[in-house]
């Protein structure tokens, strides 16, 4: 699945601004931002041959909306089970670096989070 059938498939095509920027960091997936109707999206698409990986996407799908639950995951918009493809709202923001967690308060805000 491609996500041009991704976006057909959510009914995006027809949405106002629609556009289409691929996101790196992936190891396994294929990841993208997509934006429509002033809304903005990841697309996670598993990668070729990912499926030998052994890669429980059902079981990942399920962790996403379980973490989303407790707030520390975006909103899973939709699941193509069989083809593992995960959709969910994009959430800006940006990583933590190493000094940020030598403070206290940080500290705090990420045990809070994985509790």
């Known amino acids: 699945m491609t996500v041009d059938d991704v976006i ?5 095509t027809t949405g106002a601004g629609l556009a289409v920027e691929p996101l790196g960091g992936g190891i396994t997936n ?3 931002r997509v934006e429509v109707d002033g809304q903005a999206f990841v697309v996670r698409i598993p990668g070729r041959d990912s499926e030998h990986l052994g890669i429980d996407r059902r079981r990942e799908y399920a962790c996403n909306v379980a973490a989303h639950q407790v707030g520390v995951a975006p ?5 193509f089970d069989g083809v593992g493809v995960l959709v969910t ?10 000094e940020e967690m030598h403070h206290p308060h940080m500290l705090r805000r990420v045990a809070e989070a994985l509790r």
């Open 75 to 79: 909103d899973v918009v939709a699941f």
């Open 30 to 32: 294929l990841n993208y």
């Open 8 to 12: 057909a498939r959510m009914g995006w």
């Open 89 to 98: 709202r994009f959430v800006r923001g940006r990583g933590l670096v190493e």
